[in-house]
């Protein structure tokens, strides 16, 4: 078995959210030295990631002129507005061809630490997915094998994802 350190990992950040209730993109939300998107993007590069994959939709232009995504590959999700499936289905295609295990990130998390990252990717071992385990619950960050990409693509809606995990819990 492999460690994770071994594999060929992608963060991908889901951050093309229209924030339609919130009346502003969260992502520009302030943060830190920055805005909330920023402190995501910098939590992923600690992470060590082969590659980071970053979502845009409702608020891309205004993304693209205030965050730092320097070393990104930047992925435009037209149809952001169909929820959450739609941006991992639209970032699929951009992860290099030898990507063996991808960790959805969210655009408005900045308190996941690269410690989380590393105890998830750590935990999985050969498990198709893996989950965080908090006090309150299940939550973001999840790692998805390489044969889970297919699935991922084929979802629909904000809580698609949860459903898959749901029909491949233990």
């Not at 060590?48 to 994959?53: A, L, M, P, S, T």
């Not at 094998?145 to 629909?156: E, F, G, I, K, V």
Request: hydrophobic share 40%; net charge neutral.
């Amino acid at each position: 078995m492999r460690t994770h350190r071994e594999l060929r990992t992608a963060g991908l950040v889901l951050a093309a959210g229209a924030s339609r209730r919130m009346g502003r993109p969260k992502q520009l939300l302030p943060f830190g030295d920055g805005v909330v998107l920023d402190a995501v993007l910098d939590t992923s590069r600690a992470c060590g990631f082969d590659q980071i994959v970053v979502t845009l939709g409702g608020a891309g232009d205004q993304v693209r002129r205030r965050v730092d995504t320097r070393g990104c590959d930047l992925v435009d999700n037209p149809a952001f507005g169909t929820g959450f499936s739609s941006s991992i289905a639209a970032a699929i295609p951009a992860l290099h061809s030898e990507t063996d295990v991808l960790v959805l990130l969210l655009e408005d998390q900045p308190g996941v630490r690269p410690e989380a990252v590393r105890a998830l990717l750590d935990g999985r071992g050969d498990a198709p997915l893996a989950v965080c385990r908090y006090d309150d619950g299940v939550g973001h960050p999840f790692a998805f094998a390489r044969s889970m990409l297919p699935d991922l693509a084929t979802l629909h809606g904000d809580k698609a994802v949860w459903k898959l995990l749901d029909q491949r819990a233990p």
